[in-house]
Structure formats: structure tokens, C-alpha cells
């Protein structure tokens, strides 16, 4: 990826992939680069919901409140 993209736009291109692959209409290369794409969108989308996880805990332990899990 040679520009980072916000969560919401990798969201968007990984279902333009799932799409894609279900529709049956892509050679096997070329399912095999969407997929592999499909992967790299989905470590970017974990990341980002990771990250925004322990930030909204942080907050929550500033309030005094421990976050429920």
C-alpha cells in the first residue's frame, strides 16, 4: 500500500473484493491478487478497530470506569 488509507476507504475496496471474488467472473490469477489484497485490507481494518479499542478504553479509564469486555 503506498498510501495509507483510512479505515472507512479500506472497508469500502475490501467489499468492492468480496464482491468481485463472489460474482465468479475473475480468472484465478486474478482472484488470487484480489485475495491477497483482501488480506492486507483486513490486517489494515483489525489494526485500526484495534487501535481505536484501546483508545476508547484509555478514555474510559481517565472517566474512572473500566471498560466491559
Given at each position: 500500500m503506498s498510501e495509507e488509507l483510512s479505515f472507512e476507504q479500506a472497508r469500502?475496496?475490501?467489499?468492492e473484493i468480496v464482491l468481485r471474488l463472489e460474482d465468479g467472473q475473475t480468472s484465478?490469477?486474478?482472484s488470487l491478487k484480489l485475495w491477497e489484497r483482501g488480506?492486507?485490507?483486513?490486517?489494515?481494518?483489525r489494526a485500526r478497530l484495534d487501535q481505536a479499542e484501546?483508545?476508547?478504553?484509555?478514555l474510559l479509564?481517565?472517566?474512572?470506569?473500566?471498560?466491559?469486555a
Open positions: 469500502a475496496e475490501l467489499e484465478l490469477d486474478e488480506e492486507q485490507l483486513h490486517a489494515l481494518c484501546e483508545r476508547v478504553a484509555e479509564e481517565r472517566l474512572g470506569r473500566a471498560p466491559q
